[in-house]
């Protein structure tokens, strides 16, 4: 692990970069803060795609290291939406299982912050029971045809780029026959359909493919193996702070209030979210380091997930109370409406509550 | 300060896991720990108390051992030529009668035989006394009041006027190793409570199936699972080599929070996938609920320890000050 004055001068020099780079706080950042001025901002400082190897064009640092960089832009509320998912996962499985091509071609473009990408898994028909999904990948002269349709793809009507899971045989068994791919956006026979959520804004959208052609060298790691290699993701994509962290700051905000109307009921509710913070942030450094150890924890990550989510939705809850002893403004109102939009995403987004406790259980039961 | 290597700490964990399994307790079991040569693996590494009292609240043993961590952190300040002491766990104070006169009320986790000295441990403000006093300034004594029926636990009124008030670093510090000591109790016995809790789900059959193969039940299991796995990390993080004493006492505050919390969440539902027998004296699961509650009341309730962490980043500190990466 990184020495610990570095980590504070990493985390001092994130907070001095936040202080000069203008941006809109909001709760969520990760999903709902697309700003593609401020991503290449943080592309420039060297923070995107930072953990990935040198070998590979990245920064070479460890995820420790990241975490410390996520951690500071989240609590700040900064737009990072435009970067998220690239940085995370999809750079990630590119070093992992990607050809030499799609290596070359996709690394630096997300390193300089201007790949933006959605995930296409969910499907109207196949949610938790992902591998039942139905969109196919024809085998067609120089590569593939898809045709089907994806559901809840955050970023598609901004994204250039989509990674795709899709049918390319029938197997054995459901997880076995399906495929990984990279596919452009701008291509004609994408159709992107807006769903707005509660909040009345739109991130997520429902996609339609209608035989899109795929050069064959953007089929990810290998034809048939994609659920497995898809299961590797999972500790990228639940262990994060963007699972516990999405509603900071309002958190930080119930702090202020509470030290202008001291209130000992208030003290106590806000303490104890203090606390189960601290476990959290001890749940993802132990995450972070296991990264660092070349494992992919998938249990402890869906551990952060169920913690951190429950912890975010109960800061939104403990806020009505706060907002209702200690008063309330405009934006504080504002703020608050915003962040309710983000437990119900939270449970869900990345594999719902009970598919976490179903895998933590499989762990823990021999049953 | 040293810390011993993982290989080193399991064959620890394994001794204390022989030496729990003999079912000693009280005095007998005190003598037992201190023969396996207690006192050289502390000099080597004073974390391992978290072993220590995570092995004694998985057995539900009862004892005074979370004395000697107290005593021991304070061993400095205490006055030379008393041969035995006994801690008193200050829960609130009470009216004297006479007006200037403080008592205090508290716990002893075990008799006053043979016992010189008293200190009463204050630690229900934020900067704790330990107030010395003679075997005789005990009052009022109520043996098993606690709530714990298995415990040799009494609850105590001292009359503290004119003992020796230690206060500053040395008391903080020990508040927060008993802190931690209690913690890790509370954790042992929150992971005991769902290895019996996963035992008797995966044992017992309804409608031709295991309790556990339902996913009801795993899922209060995977809750109970991930809110210990919590509590254990905060309580690691409390515990690294080296640490100033004001950032550990803050830790060892947020840790106690946690386990506190935790074994409110773990066992309701450990209880609850018993069934009736989680509610009967016949089954152990009781002993956990009751000795979990208890131990959550020594040296801060987890409501009370909460409020006074809120009190210090109210005050103007951040909330990750509490845990730095």
Known sequence: ?367 | MTSLDAETLAAVEQSLEDVFAQGLHGALLRESVHAMGWQEILDADPSANRLLFQAQGAALACSALLDDVVLASLAGELAEGCSSRRVMYVLDSVPSGSPGRSRLRGVLLADLDDVMEVVALDATRPDPVAWSVPARSIVDLVPGAALDRGSEWAVAVADVAGGRALTGDVVTAAVAAGRRAVAAEIIGICQSALDMAIAHTSARQQYGRPLASFQSVRHLLAEAHTAIEAARVTLLAAEGPDMPVLPQAEASRVAKVRAGDTQAIVLRRTVQVLGAMGMTLESDMHRFVTRGAALDTLLGSHGELAEQIANEFIAGREITRLMKL
């Open chain 1, 1 to 367: 692990m990184p020495e610990r004055t570095s980590l504070n001068d990493l985390r001092r020099e994130v907070r001095r970069f936040l202080e000069t780079t203008p941006f809109v706080p909001v709760c969520d950042s990760w999903m709902r803060g697309f700003d593609p001025a401020f991503t290449k901002a943080v592309a420039a400082r060297g923070w995107i795609g930072m953990a990935w190897p040198e070998s590979h064009g990245g920064g070479g640092r460890s995820y420790v290291e990241r975490l410390v960089v996520t951690e500071e832009l989240l609590r700040a509320g900064a737009p990072v939406t435009a970067h998220w998912t690239a940085d995370r996962q999809i750079g990630p499985s590119i070093i992992r299982l990607g050809n030499t091509k799609l290596q070359e071609e996709f690394l630096p473009l997300i390193r300089r912050g201007e790949a933006v990408f959605s995930v296409g898994l969910s499907e109207p028909d196949a949610g938790s029971d992902l591998a039942s999904l139905r969109t196919r990948a024809e085998p067609v002269p120089g590569g593939w045809a898809i045709s089907g349709s994806k559901i809840w793809t955050t970023s598609a009507h901004v994204a250039t780029h989509a990674y795709v899971l899709a049918r390319t045989s029938k197997g054995a068994s459901k997880h076995e026959g399906l495929s990984e791919f990279i596919v452009d956006m701008d291509n004609p026979g994408i159709t992107v359909r807006p769903i707005k959520d509660l909040s009345g804004e739109r991130h997520f959208n429902e996609v339609f493919f209608d035989s899109v052609p795929v050069p064959g060298d953007r089929l990810l790691g290998i034809e048939g193996q994609g659920w497995r290699q898809a299961m590797e993701h999972l500790a990228f994509e639940r262990g994060g702070s963007e699972r516990y962290l999405s509603t900071y700051p309002l958190l930080a905000r119930l702090v202020k209030l509470a030290h202008e109307v001291p209130d000992r009921a208030v003290h106590e509710r806000l303490g104890r979210l203090a606390a189960r913070l601290t476990g959290l942030r001890g749940l993802s450094l132990d995450l972070a380091q296991a990264l660092d150890a070349g494992q992919a924890p998938v249990r402890l990550a869906a551990t952060l997930k169920l913690l951190g989510t429950e912890f975010e939705a109960d800061v939104v809850e403990e806020a009505l109370y706060v907002y209702d002893v200690c008063g309330a403004t405009r934006p504080d109102r504002r703020l608050l409406r915003r962040a309710m939009a983000v437990p119900p995403a939270g449970r869900i987004r990345g594999g719902a509550s009970e598919i976490m406790r179903s895998v933590i259980a499989r762990a823990e039961c021999a049953t």
